[in-house]
């Protein structure tokens, strides 16, 4: 398959602006191939102009960040589509990028674009983030793109992340409520709110920010909760009523 010229300059683009390796713009055709061919493939992004922008410039913007650039040990929870776990194996190729996905159909999906990208970097666990009890501790960076709230990404992470460890979270306009549930969540789990970094993965991309939670203690033994708790009891709205435990963080912090 052809992408064209116009979707091949914004990849040669995207190679330039992070300084990616010299195949890496064959492995992310790759990647858009196999989403344009797959009529079934878990996204309704799937033309190369559009999923270009929306999956890999979305994915790679990351990279402005050090806590990925110089993570050897990453997962991408939730992982979809494979995005940006996929784009980011593409850049990091001495790291090793494990996908979690649940749902089966979304698994064979990015084991067969994986393949097609030639990237030997990827490993693939169906599997939900706080079964996964092999990754426990082991990870330098844990990501998350339009998966959760960020208290519950901060729950589904903590336990994976090494001390030092980071979890990027992709997320559009901020929201003070979620975001200050959010730290109060992360006091419990051994993070802290390091940066929510404003970003512009592509010329139409608006109110976009990569939130960073950095593991600065060990997490309680008590996590992860099993499966599904995260979202049903999440941390920083539990024990109504949230709004004081939400307040008092606030006022302490006036």
């Given amino acids: 398959m052809t992408l064209g010229p116009a979707v091949e300059r914004e990849l040669a ?10 195949a890496a713009p064959a492995q992310l055709a790759a990647l858009l191939t196999a989403l344009a061919a797959d009529p079934h493939a878990p996204t309704t992004v799937r033309t190369p102009a559009e999923a270009a922008r929306t999956h890999l410039a979305d994915s790679l913007v990351a990279l402005d960040l050090d806590a990925v650039r110089d993570a050897t040990r990453i997962a991408d929870l939730g992982a979809g589509a494979g995005f940006p776990g996929l784009a980011l194996a593409v850049a990091l190729p001495a790291a090793r990028v494990v996908l979690v996905e649940s749902v089966a159909r979304k698994c064979a999906f990015i084991r067969t674009a994986a393949e097609a990208a030639q990237l030997t970097n990827v490993d693939v666990v169906a599997d939900r983030a706080e079964s996964w009890s092999a990754g426990l501790g082991t990870r330098d960076l844990v990501t998350a793109r339009a998966l959760a709230p960020l208290a ?31 730290v109060v969540a992360a006091q419990e789990l051994g993070l802290a709110l390091e940066e929510v970094r404003p970003v512009h993965p592509y010329a139409a991309a608006e109110h976009r ?20 708790m995260a ?24």
Wanted: no cysteine; proline share 9%; aromatic share 6%.
């Fill in 13 to 22: 683009g995207l190679a330039d602006r992070y300084t990616l390796p010299a």
């Fill in 152 to 182: 519950v990404l901060a729950e589904y992470a903590a336990p994976l992340l090494r001390e030092g460890g980071a979890l990027v979270a992709w997320k559009g306009r901020r929201d003070e409520q979620e975001e200050l549930e959010a």
């Fill in 209 to 228: 920010h990569l939130h960073v939670l950095r593991k600065v203690a060990p997490t309680p033994d008590r996590f992860p909760r099993r499966p599904g």
């Fill in 231 to 254: 979202r049903k009891r999440p941390l920083g709205a539990r024990n109504q009523p949230t709004s004081d435990r939400v307040r008092r963080y606030r006022d302490s912090d006036a």
